[in-house]
């Protein structure tokens, strides 16, 4: 997942280190900032329309009204006016969005791509995006017209006459159509969250009698495996290897290769049975099997009893033969068909003793696609270059975008390290570790050749103790682009000795951990003219899964802290502007939050492309080259200085309105990353950030005005 | 009083507007129509529409999703466009494939009839998306969804040649000529992914199938099929041509390349035989005559044979009654026809005149000729003297020489004006300068023909199809592939055997005979030049292990010379040979170029490419549009 700023601790976040002041102050200093430039200012409109004496009185008065109003707040009244406000709610069929949101699930088909090949991400694109435009929509609607229209029809003067406070009108506002958001996102959420599951599930056939026979070798010895392809299905099938490796009476487990984001596990039952004799028949084959469970249309696969010889000696399983359905059993006869009318091999034939085995596969639903995985990034990351020099940066092979750098294949030296802290026995139990410490990551590949066009490019992962020089032996693996890939490393290491020789069995937390919890993992690209890029992030332990339900919820929740804050803003500017001027004042502090990136990609230290509105407009009429210095002139000048205040207002719009696009989790959820715990928390106090302020605002605007007295 | 007043008020208000609805149901009046479907009545607006095929429902399929969209906008439509525009960069940028493929959706649901749209991502996904995977299922996955997005957009565009255009060049020349062809073509015959199936359907591919036609060039070649349909049967200059972004003669050619690619391509994948000259011959009698025989059991359509003819090419000499040996092509001839007509009449019916004027053009030439060392334009000069005297004394080579250099002996319309008996003859001069519009015109004609002509490479492409359906075309080919599979089961004796024979053939295929034409333009043809180095750098190989020399009477040295620029390669030493992969390599880069050029129209290699209307056109060979 691009993570392309860091997640930084909550704690660090709030109070700060030595560089960055902490969130609390720069917080607290704005609103003391605020406050007092409100203060200051009213005084001196006080004092301009009322004179010193009495225009001082006034606003001291208005200003300990208010702060006795704000600390004299009334949970009970909060509640009855927060119920009186989610009525007014109901009554405006506010509900109805949640009806269009399950019409918009019911034909999302209609245009949502099948062939996608990241269907999670895409549904739940959809059904979040979609939740909070609706949500949005709607409670800015209510929270922006509720104040001026009551107002307007003067049902207001039926509540402030009663012995409320303005703040309480203010807070019963907001609680009471944040209520409704909560119901609606509540609603909408468990109605999404089956829909993505209903709509991604899918299984795949898998033919037996399709399957060839191959060869495996490894360090379990050498055993048949099965290979071939699933049927087409939700746009899609995936190459399927089945290794037939008997571990201890029970078949490995298996699962077909990853497409679309996701694999399929393959549960294989496997009974072999010796046959007596053979003949061929109309319908195919006749074999004689004693004491067999075989049924009609069972699917059944012939080979030689003993694995042919290669050329070295060992066993060969490559049997050129195709499957077989059973069409008839009479007693220990059973009359099979070929699949495709494929008759028995030559080889098969000529090898006398055969074996019939009964096949029977079946397919998980999609596994990887609604996860929540948590990861643990790296404390420290940086790049070795091919002359063996630590760098910040790899290479860059010309992409725009600089999140990843590469590093050189083929070199001996070149490689990316990750430093992880906190790696130790105790937070890495054996109990919930037992092989090893799982790793994932997810590469960018670049090729200067073609290189092998069927294979991807072979890297290699390691671990090293830079204080005892030892490294482990290489794991070898080709990187698939785009797809997270997974390896472990075991507790049991082999590592050559310092030097060369034979490599000894180590333990990697006694071994391999340094400074007390460091673990240093270091990648290299193995083929020579081809590239890995990767990111800080793009590297992690695989601590285990959390609940992807309670991930989602979350997601949803950061969908619900949006609408708290376009709420306060909507009340807000409903205190002091009529309906319609507030809903635009409150969709412009939105389009802002949801452009923030955009607009501190313009603001930024690096001048965008042909300038800002002015210098870009004065090269349009010129028909200047967006890269070409402008000729100095009054003209030039005129714009290059409108472009400083459209600049200086670009600056104050970011640091004022609200970035909503940091309190947007839905990223984590569609990759299927767990959102992390500090992000969440950092998330709740912006929103408190922006809620507080605008609350104690809109308190006192109310407060000035007469309806409220 | 009040309220008469606010009631008085209403009721103008109320008159006015009964009274604007009489200008607005004049304006605005949609069109209906009687059970017979003829129009009974429809307001002004609605006539203009009908009148100018504005209507959403002239273009093509009309989308309610995409209705539903543009109304959301609420006017702010191009704004949202623009935007999306933005994030569908940026997300190509940071490799977010899936938002990207979901904010083109949005994109054509947005503008469905904005035909650049679908041109220019669905191109984007083929070319350029395909080649940031690292995975050749993937990058197959991108070309895939890149053809279906312009067959979707025909869907919303259905008057517009240059989508089903684009299809099927994706189709053909993506697919076949990328990097990763022949695991492409793999996927494309088992059609991964179903992108066959959803375009064209099941049965289409059944049929493909029986008949050894499931293949990418082949089925390219339907989609420029239907595009020449449709060209043709569009009333002229109305919608569908004046979509056409393209030379007429390139757009018209591409179904038999493809047809003729189908057949190379196969053949590369050794199928050298009956089917092979099948193909060629096909090719050969489309290339030549514009016709469709029918080809298995598919039934291509029959495009107006005329109307083809029209804009294809054709040579028929001015001077020559009778006797070349190509097929007449009406095109040409009609117009060369009527451009000597008018020359003739501003001459006064004086034929001596024309001669004279052709005789000085060919001394002129003569003259310039002699700064060529090589000989090669005198000779072709001479050539085009002794054909005027006697065109059936020429050989067959010479013939195909002489007909190169017609032009010379062609008088245009100026040329007639700057001869003195015409330049001074007042009297004649207000019978030149009527005749002399129409002539010019005719003249462009012929010029427009004749850029056709180059611009599709006629005489190269209606050699090969000769050559490679001949007898012993398919000979030489056969063997030469033989004595490759002969070379990789290192059966090296039988290769170099078939080698020999393979390189002799090749070398009587070039230098032609009495009755058959020499085939020179197909040896320096990028691919078969390629090829043949291979074969010769193999052939070496072979000698090398069996301690034998390198023959000094090498049957096609002057091919590998032509394709191999550097010390030829058999005076290397042995190891020096097997190492020259940079300069295969630059001869593979060459081939491309040089491919590029011969195809006309191409300008794809494997890397990021301009898409349609990103202010570079897709073709480098229309320049005449």
Request: negative net charge.
């Amino acid at each position: 997942m691009v993570l392309e700023t860091g997640i930084p601790n909550l704690w660090l976040w709030l109070v700060g280190t030595e560089t960055e002041t902490g969130a609390i102050v720069a917080w607290s200093l704005t609103m003391l900032a605020l406050f007092l430039s409100a203060f200051l200012l009213s005084w001196l409109v006080s004092i301009i329309f009322r004179g010193p004496s009495k225009g001082t009185r006034v606003v001291f008065g208005r200003f300990w009204d208010a702060t006795r109003d704000l600390v004299r707040i009334s949970p009970r009244r909060v509640i009855s006016l927060t119920i009186l406000c989610f009525r007014e709610a109901i009554r405006r069929w506010a509900w109805v969005a949640f009806v269009i949101y399950l019409i918009l699930l019911a034909f999302a088909g209609f245009f949502l791509d099948p062939k996608t090949n990241e269907p999670a991400q895409l549904y739940m694109d959809f059904v979040m995006s979609s939740a909070a435009f609706l949500v949005a929509l709607i409670v800015l609607f209510l929270s922006v017209f509720s104040i001026p229209n009551d107002i307007y029809r003067r049902t207001i003067y039926t509540v402030v006459t009663k012995p409320v406070h303005a703040s309480e009108i203010i807070l019963g506002r907001i609680f009471g159509f944040s209520a409704m958001a909560t119901l609606l996102l509540l609603g909408m959420c468990i109605a999404s969250y089956l829909f993505v599951n209903r709509a991604i599930d899918h299984v795949h056939e898998l033919d037996p009698t399709k399957l060839n026979w191959e060869t495996v070798q490894d360090e379990d010895g050498v055993y048949p495996a099965l290979v071939g392809r699933t049927e087409y299905t939700n746009e899609h099938r995936h190459d399927s290897r089945i290794l037939l490796k008997n571990l201890g009476g029970q078949w490995q487990e298996n699962a077909t290769a990853i497409m679309h984001g996701h694999n399929h596990g393959v549960d294989a039952e496997f009974t072999s049975y010796p046959i007596s004799s053979y003949a061929s028949s109309e319908a195919g084959y006749d074999l004689t099997i004693e004491n067999h469970a075989l049924k009609p249309d069972d699917k059944i696969l012939i080979s030689p009893a003993q694995p042919s010889a290669d050329g070295g000696g060992s066993a060969a399983y490559d049997y050129d033969e195709a499957g077989f359905t059973v069409t008839e059993i009479n007693g220990d006869v059973v009359t099979v068909r070929g699949a495709e009318g494929r008759s028995l091999s030559a080889q098969t034939e000529a090898s006398g003793n055969l074996m019939a085995h009964k096949v029977e596969l079946s397919l998980t639903s999609p596994q990887g696609l609604l996860t929540a995985r948590v990861p643990v990034y790296s404390s420290d990351f940086y790049f070795v270059d091919s002359t063996g020099l630590l760098k910040r940066a790899g290479v860059n092979v010309g992409n725009v975008w600089e999140y990843r750098s590469y590093v050189e294949g083929g070199s001996l030296l070149a490689s990316v390290v990750w430093v992880f802290d906190g790696v130790t026995a105790e937070n890495y139990s054996i109990d919930d570790y037992p092989s090893g410490l799982p790793v994932e990551f997810t590469l960018s590949i670049f090729r200067t050749h073609k290189g092998n066009i069927e294979e991807g490019v072979l890297g290699s992962l390691a671990v090293v103790n830079p204080e005892t020089g030892r490294r482990s032996q290489s794991t070898n693996f080709v990187a698939k682009e785009f797809t997270i890939n997974s390896q472990e490393i075991p507790r049991i290491i082999e590592s050559p000795p310092v030097g060369g020789g034979v490599p000894e069995r180590l333990d990697l937390f006694e071994d391999f951990i340094y400074d007390g919890d460091k673990l240093m993992v270091e990648l290299k690209c193995l083929e020579r003219g081809q590239y890995f890029g990767v990111a800080r992030p793009d590297l992690y332990i695989a601590a285990a899964d959390a609940s992807f339900a309670f991930n989602y919820v979350k997601g949803f929740f950061s969908l619900y802290m949006q609408v708290l804050i376009l709420t306060s803003f909507g009340v807000m500017f409903s205190t002091f502007l009529n309906g319609a001027l507030s809903l635009i004042s409150t969709f412009i502090i939105g389009i802002a939050g949801l452009l923030s990136d955009m607009i501190r990609e313009l603001i930024g230290p690096q001048k965008p492309p042909g300038g800002l509105l002015f210098e870009s407009m004065y090269r349009m009429f010129t028909r200047a080259p967006l890269t070409t210095d402008l000729e100095p002139g009054l003209l030039t000048s005129v714009a290059l200085a409108g472009d400083e205040v459209v600049r200086a207002f670009l600056l104050m719009t970011y640091r004022i309105f609200p970035d909503l696009m940091k309190i947007w989790d839905k990223d984590y959820v569609a990759n299927g990353f767990n959102i992390p715990s500090d992000l969440l928390g950092i998330q709740i106090l912006t929103t408190l950030g922006f809620f507080i302020p605008l609350f104690v605002l809109s308190h006192f605007i109310l407060k000035c005005r007469e309806v409220a007295k | 009083m009040n309220n008469r007043r606010k009631l008085q008020r209403k009721i103008i208000i109320a008159s006015c507007m009964a009274l604007l609805l009489l200008p607005m149901s004049y304006l605005a009046q949609p069109a209906a129509s009687d059970e017979a479907g003829d129009s009974l009545f429809e307001g002004k607006l609605a006539q203009m529409r009908s009148e100018h095929r504005l209507a959403q429902s002239n273009l093509g399929e009309i989308d309610p999703t995409s209705e539903a969209m543009k109304l959301a906008c609420l006017g702010l439509r191009g704004v949202y466009a623009t935007w999306l525009w933005h994030k569908s960069n940026q997300f190509k940028e940071q490799e977010n494939w899936s938002s990207l493929a979901a904010t083109l959706e949005q994109m054509t649901k947005l503008q469905p009839n904005f035909v650049s749209v679908w041109r220019f991502q669905g191109w984007n996904q083929a070319y350029n998306l395909s080649v940031e995977m690292d995975d050749y299922r993937y990058r197959y996955y991108w070309v895939t969804r890149g053809i279906e997005f312009i067959d979707r957009g025909q869907d919303y565009n259905e008057k517009d040649l240059m989508l089903l255009w684009d299809e099927g060049w994706t189709t053909a020349q993506k697919i076949g000529r990328a990097d990763e062809v022949e695991q492409f073509r793999r996927m494309f015959a088992e059609d991964e992914f179903q992108m066959v199936a959803n375009l064209f359907g099941t049965d289409k591919i059944q049929d493909w199938r029986n008949y050894d036609q499931m293949d990418n060039w082949y089925v390219g070649r339907e989609s420029f099929l239907d595009a020449c349909q449709l060209y043709d049967n569009d009333p002229r200059g109305v919608d569908v041509r004046r979509s056409l972004r393209q030379n007429v003669a390139v757009f018209m050619s591409e179904p038999t390349k493809c047809l003729m690619r189908f057949a190379m391509a196969r053949e590369k994948e050794g199928q050298i035989g009956d089917n092979a000259a099948d193909r060629w011959s096909i090719a050969f009698g489309e290339w030549t005559d514009g016709s469709y025989p029918s080809f298995g059991a598919s039934n291509p359509p029959q495009i107006q044979r005329d109307q083809r003819l029209n804009y294809m090419y054709g040579v028929r000499p001015f001077a020559f009654e009778q006797g070349v040996p190509e097929t007449t092509f009406l095109g040409l001839d009609a117009a060369i026809r009527r451009r000597d007509e008018l020359v003739l009449q501003m001459v006064g019916g004086s034929e001596e005149i024309v001669n004279e004027i052709i005789q000085d053009k060919i001394d002129e030439q003569v003259k310039l000729a002699a700064e060529d060392t090589t000989g090669a334009q005198l000779l072709q000069l001479d050539i085009l003297r002794r054909g005027l005297e006697d065109f059936d004394s020429l050989t067959a080579n010479e013939k195909n020489v002489a007909a190169e250099a017609l032009p010379f002996a062609e008088v245009t319309p100026d040329e007639v004006l700057r001869h003195p008996a015409v330049a001074d003859d007042n009297a004649s001069r207000d019978r030149i300068n009527e005749l002399l519009p129409d002539a010019r015109k005719a003249q462009q004609e012929v010029d427009a023909i004749r850029r056709g002509i180059s611009l599709v490479n006629y005489t190269y492409w209606r050699e090969r199809c000769e050559s490679e359906a001949s007898p012993l075309g398919l000979s030489a080919r056969r063997d030469l592939y033989d004595a490759q599979q002969a070379f990789n089961d290192d059966m090296r004796t039988r290769a170099r055997e078939l080698y020999e024979s393979g390189f002799q053939k090749w070398r009587e295929l070039i230098d032609g005979d009495e009755n058959r034409p020499s085939y020179y333009r197909f040896t320096i043809d990028a691919e078969t030049g390629h090829d043949m180095l291979e074969h010769a750098r193999r052939y070496q190989e072979i000698l090398n292990n069996e301690n034998l020399p390198f023959p000094d009477d090498f049957p096609i040295k002057d091919v590998i010379n032509n394709r191999n620029p550097q010390p030829p390669f058999w005076d290397e030493e042995p190891g020096e040979t097997a190492g020259n992969a940079s300069s295969q390599d630059n001869a593979a880069n060459d081939d491309n170029n040089d491919d590029a050029a011969q195809d006309d129209n191409s300008t794809q290699g494997g890397g990021q490419q301009e898409p349609p209307g990103g202010g570079q056109t897709q073709t480098g060979g229309d320049g005449g549009q």
